[in-house]
């Protein structure tokens, strides 16, 4: 069972910025996308941004433009880059990589963003 490794997460003032990295404990062939959700106390999870194999980016409303999706395709390794950092942005975020292909949905364990005002 491969797991998802997620990094980078912590405590940051408003407006400042954190890079999430997530990585994967054994090599994944077939990858169709992968990206990042967050969830906070009291919320459902929901979408921050996808990124698929070609490269093609998808970004919720509320981060457009202060957050930027990439990827390490030799590594399998994506990132997200968060910047302007508000209080609302405080979650859980986790790592997602899926493959239709070959036919798996994997989720990492989470890493606690915190944003103070």
């Known amino acids: 069972q491969v797991q998802l490794v997620e990094s980078g997460g912590g405590l940051v003032q408003a407006g400042g910025s954190l890079r999430l990295a997530c990585a994967p404990s054994?090599?994944?062939?077939?990858?169709?996308?992968m990206g990042w959700y967050r969830q906070a106390p009291g919320k459902q999870r929901e979408l921050v941004a996808t990124?698929?194999?070609?490269?093609?980016?998808n970004y919720a409303e509320p981060v457009k433009g202060r957050f930027t999706i990439s990827r390490d395709n030799a590594k399998n390794t994506v990132y997200l880059q968060m910047n302007s950092l508000k209080p609302e942005d405080t979650a859980a975020y986790y790592c997602?990589?899926?493959?239709?292909?070959?036919?798996?949905?994997?989720w990492g364990q989470g890493t606690q963003v915190t944003v103070s005002s």
């Open positions: 990124i698929l194999s070609g490269g093609t980016t």
């Open positions: 997602n990589v899926w493959s239709i292909v070959v036919g798996y949905n994997y």
């Open positions: 054994g090599r994944l062939f077939g990858i169709t996308g």
